[in-house]
């Protein structure tokens, strides 16, 4: 059973930073994309940024380039979202994905396995 667990959320200041992790089990995806994306409070799911997709690699949201960066780390069949200079916009349950149905796309839909979440709040 393929599981993704995300840690490192939590409470920060604006303008510091966190470091999320997303341990993935049950299979390898160092062949595969993985990504993140998340979801504020009465809002749609927001891709994030991805890495190892075919159209692009790293790919991030306008709204985290040059704040966020993803990586992984294959033996460890991990990849991680180190965010710079948090915004209270910032705020947001953030979701790990792995695995890409096709590669036309990096939207919600086009994900095959997701996280449970963890959540970052960023206080003003």
């Known amino acids: 059973q393929v599981q993704l667990v995300e840690s490192g959320g939590g409470l920060v200041q604006a303008g510091g930073s966190l470091r999320l992790s997303c341990a993935a089990s049950g299979r390898t995806f160092s062949g595969d994309a993985m990504g993140w994306f998340r979801q504020a409070p009465g809002k749609e799911r927001e891709f994030v940024a991805a890495?190892?997709?075919?159209?692009?690699?790293?790919y991030y949201a306008d709204s985290v380039k040059g704040r966020f960066t993803i990586s992984r780390d294959n033996a460890k069949n991990t990849v991680y979202l180190q965010m710079n200079s948090l915004k209270p916009e910032d705020t947001a349950v953030y979701y790990c994905?792995?695995?890409?149905?096709?590669?036309?796309?990096?939207?919600?839909?086009?994900?095959?396995?997701w996280g449970q979440g963890t959540q970052v709040t960023v206080s003003s």
């Open positions: 890495i190892g997709w075919s159209r692009g690699s790293p």
């Open positions: 994905v792995a695995r890409l149905k096709n590669s036309d796309s990096v939207t919600a839909t086009a994900w095959v396995y």
